[in-house]
């Protein structure tokens, strides 16, 4: 873009004429209108383009909006201007330049800086002795690009002297980045101090965890009043859960959970479900104590001593991050780094290993332009348009230049100014992907699995068009589940994104060293003696690909054979192989004390793996499959009372959960049908409702309950009792649908299960190859409401089935004992070469630890 105005050499600035107070008055007045003051609630983004990593700190400086408080970069503030018509903006620059020196040569004494006013993280690169700040800023009117200085009070209209000042001495979009602060960022809860905490002799055991109401055993939820262990709500989580845990409060009130797996000593994932949000919880050990979780103790280990005082630990930082190896920094395209914003280091290395995967390069950046131009009006709020921003900062080598000659041979003479490479900081992209999620969003560390899932949904939930990158990733499990007694089986088949290797630490072919050692190490405890060095156990990766394949016991199996429990078995193996394979090893427990474990193993990873003796096999001859009979229906009085009142009467329709959809521009009847739909469920579940059904004919008429008043009978289907159609109830089918399935496969799950809520659930997941058949198609045509309920086939399992023949191009290796602390880096192999990513530094690899590893990401072989 050709530099205008002042800057781009037209009148108006410093470079040009000084305007009159009078021509600016007349210059800014048709623009008056759209200029704004800063409300509270609005983001003020001064820091950050909304679709590059330019800043102030930039060479062409950022741009901020006075009507919408978004910023761009020169490069992008053209194309807001010619989206949205906004003309005015305040333009940012900070300038770097070298403090004068003294008469000895050495800088003049510090002095406070009242040139400096944009709240901007000084740039690392630079020595702060020997550099200085000045910030600059000034209005910029479109398309003629006039300037107009600031400050600039005497000859701006009060309106526009307001807007500025409210827009410099705005605060940060983003919360605090600092571990030390991020806590005083949660509200601590109106419960805490006064929580009822029910006298039932309730002990929560240290694993072996799984939902009240479900078979869930994750995303599960520990109730701080009576230690009810119930599972998430499905969106919480990439894992999914039933929302039982929600139920569970609407059902008693009690209003605490914290999240299991999360708790250590410096706090836990507490959610309130009566104020809507994750908070503190200041006597959560004494609550936690209540049911035999001793928390404060947790980061004790078999010897009594805390993490950073295990010595032996210190080897597996300094081998992951290989340590005292002079590592050359890589630079370019493909090699930039990400800063870390206090415990982000899961994220960097998941992101990293994502956009080193073609498909997901063509999806996001190889689309730039499309995804850029067609954006909403707050890009900031856009999945696809912040994928697209981080994948091009990583891989444009915009923001990864190695130092100029110059520099080079400055920081030689300096011993002291190590180099240090930019890097981008991923403030905008954490901001949105953890919105609303009670552990991400958070500062505390977190398990790059559970984000890489996390991640995996936000991309099947935001598709660009049919094109869907985490495809690569998808692939389907045959679980065989065979009856003990009648030797009878089922085959099922569920959708997976990864493989979870077990660790068979039975396997170890170094027990007599481990058995040494261990035996050294009570000794030197006893006697107060330095620990011995670290003895790792050796576990061939043959042992732990055994260890998967081996049948696993079938908890609480209903034979349907027998029509009762019985003993069963559970094998699982390969339907389909998918285009990228990830591993992860499930290197993480908890002992009998609750205190978290890690096994410290050595598996010997291979570079080439074929799994193709995993293919599954399905029904072979000779085998006789179960009946297929859904186990008695067990439904409790308060689970039927609350299912009862899913009808809600019109009256009790959450009204701010409509205004909020409102807000969002919907119309105002569809957003109480959203609401009224959904149960009550909140703004997030019947916004689902909205996009699954804003293409109907009657979206935006008025609500109308067909059949209401007679909830009982409706109630009733869903108990078992059907209609002469079997016709499901639209409550019932709108809240499947609104968590994104299909209405056609909401409706003949609800068919084959009576119309019960959970079944029809579990048989939406037990059925991914769904298809309509014929005789479905014809039945819901000849439906009364076919109109409504009707939709497009649905579009199958989307697998790339192929060959099991794979080989590793990337692994993310964890640093510590517990997935809730330590540290994560990632080593990626680029052009026939390992590259070791650690935060912003990208250096060429010399001793990759393989071996070390906890998530393996392998591409497949062509056949």
């Not at 479900?273 to 104590?289: G, M, N, S």
């Not at 915009?398 to 190590?418: A, F, G, N, R």
């Not at 990337?810 to 997935?819: E, K, L, P, Q």
Request: charged fraction near 25%.
């Amino acid at each position: 873009m050709q530099r205008r105005g002042a800057l781009f050499g037209m009148p108006g600035g410093s470079g040009g004429r000084k305007m009159a107070a009078g021509d600016i008055g007349e210059l800014l007045v048709p623009h008056m209108p759209t200029i704004r003051v800063p409300r509270s609630g609005d983001r003020v983004y001064k820091n950050e383009c909304a679709f590059s990593y330019d800043s102030p700190n930039s060479e062409g400086g950022l741009y901020v909006c006075m009507n919408t408080f978004l910023a761009f970069g020169r490069e992008h503030v053209e194309r807001h201007f010619r989206k949205t018509g906004q003309s005015v903006y305040m333009h940012l620059k900070r300038h770097v330049r070298e403090k004068v020196r003294g008469a000895s040569g050495g800088a003049l004494p510090k002095r406070r800086n009242s040139k400096i006013f944009l709240d901007l993280d000084t740039d690392d690169d630079l020595n702060s002795d020997d550099y200085e700040y000045e910030d600059e800023a000034k209005l910029v009117i479109f398309p003629d690009h006039y300037e107009i200085a600031l400050p600039n009070i005497e000859e701006l209209p009060a309106l526009v002297t307001i807007a500025c000042d409210a827009v410099l001495s705005s605060k940060s979009p983003y919360r605090k980045q600092d571990p030390d602060t991020w806590e005083n960022e949660l509200p601590v809860s109106k419960y805490a101090n006064n929580l009822t905490q029910l006298d039932n002799g309730v002990r929560i055991p240290p694993s072996g965890w799984k939902c009240a109401r479900c078979d869930l055993r994750e995303n599960l939820w520990l109730n701080l009043t009576d230690g009810s262990v119930l599972c998430g709500k499905w969106f919480f989580d990439s894992s999914g859960g039933n929302g039982h845990a929600l139920e569970h409060y609407r059902d008693m009130g009690y209003p605490l959970a914290v999240k299991l797996g999360t708790i250590t000593p410096d706090g836990a994932d507490v959610y309130s479900f009566q104020e809507e949000e994750p908070v503190l919880d200041p006597h959560l050990a004494k609550h936690l104590a209540h049911f035999g979780i001793d928390m404060l103790h947790m980061h004790g280990t078999e010897n009594g001593l805390q993490d950073n005082d295990i010595k032996p630990r210190v080897s597996e930082w300094e081998v992951i991050q290989e340590s005292g190896t002079k590592l050359k920094p890589m630079y370019g395209p493909g090699y930039t780094g990400l800063k870390n914003l206090g415990n982000s280091c899961y994220l960097s290395s998941v992101m990293q290993a994502i956009f080193s995967i073609p498909e997901f390069q063509r999806a996001y950046v190889g689309n730039l332009p499309r995804i850029f131009d067609y954006s909403p009006l707050d890009p900031t709020q856009d999945f696809n348009t912040q994928m697209t921003k981080l994948g091009h900062g990583l891989l444009s080598g915009q923001y990864s230049k190695p130092p100029v000659k110059s520099e080079l041979i400055e920081q030689v003479m300096k011993e002291e100014h190590k180099p240090q490479q930019n890097g981008i900081s991923p403030r905008m992209f954490k901001a949105f992907v953890s919105k609303s999620h009670p552990e991400f969003s958070s500062n505390r560390q977190q398990d790059a699995q559970e984000f890489f899932l996390h991640l995996v949904n936000l991309v099947e939930r935001n598709r660009i068009g049919s094109e869907n990158p985490s495809d690569v990733f998808r692939f389907l499990v045959e679980e065989r589940i065979q009856c003990c007694q009648t030797r009878k089986v089922r085959y099922t088949e569920r959708v997976d994104y990864l493989m979870q290797l077990p660790v068979a630490m039975e396997a170890a072919t170094n027990k007599d060293e481990l058995i040494a050692y261990e035996l050294t190490r009570r000794e030197a405890e006893a006697n107060r003696r330095p620990l011995p060095e670290l003895v790792r156990a050796k576990i061939p990766f043959s042992a732990c690909l055994q260890a998967f394949s081996e049948p696993d016991n079938v908890d609480d199996f209903w034979s349907s054979a027998l029509q009762a429990k019985s003993a069963g078995v559970k094998t699982s193996r390969f339907a389909s192989f998918p285009e990228y394979l990830v591993v992860q090893i499930k290197k993480f427990t908890f002992g009998l004390d609750w205190v978290p474990k890690k096994f410290d193993v050595s598996i010997d990873m291979p570079d080439l793996l074929d799994i193709n003796h995993l293919r599954a096999r399905g029904l072979q001859p000779g085998e006789e499959e179960l009946p297929d009979i859904s186990p008695p229906i067990v439904i409790p009085d308060d689970s039927k009372d609350r299912l009862m009142n899913q009808l809600i009467d019109p009256s009790d329709i959450d009204e701010s959960s409509v205004m909020q959809l409102a807000e969002m521009g919907f119309p105002l009847e569809a957003c109480r049908k959203a609401v009224y739909f959904t149960g009550n469920m909140g703004a997030e579940v019947a916004f689902n409702w909205i996009i699954v059904h804003m293409e109907e004919p009657d979206f935006a008429e008025p609500l109308t309950m067909p059949g209401y008043g007679g909830a009982a009978s409706a109630g009733a289907s869903v108990f078992g009792a059907t209609g002469l159609d079997n016709q499901p109830p639209e409550e019932i089918v709108a809240i499947i649908t609104s968590m994104g399935f299909q209405r056609n496969q909401a409706i003949q799950a609800l068919r084959a299960t009576n119309n019960n809520l959970e079944r029809a659930l579990d048989w939406i997941f037990s059925h991914p190859e769904f298809e309509e058949d014929s005789d479905f198609v014809i039945e819901m045509e000849n439906n009364a409401n076919a109109n409504i309920i009707s939709e497009a086939k649905p579009e199958g399992p989307r697998v790339k089935d192929g060959s099991g023949t794979y080989e590793l191009f990337a692994f993310i290796s964890h640093m510590g004992t517990s997935t809730m602390s330590g540290h994560y880096i990632c080593h990626i192999k680029k052009e026939g070469r390992w590259v070791i990513y650690n935060d912003h530094k990208v250096c060429a690899s010399e001793r990759p630890p393989k071996d070390l590893g906890y998530m393996y990401f392998y591409h497949r072989i062509p056949s």
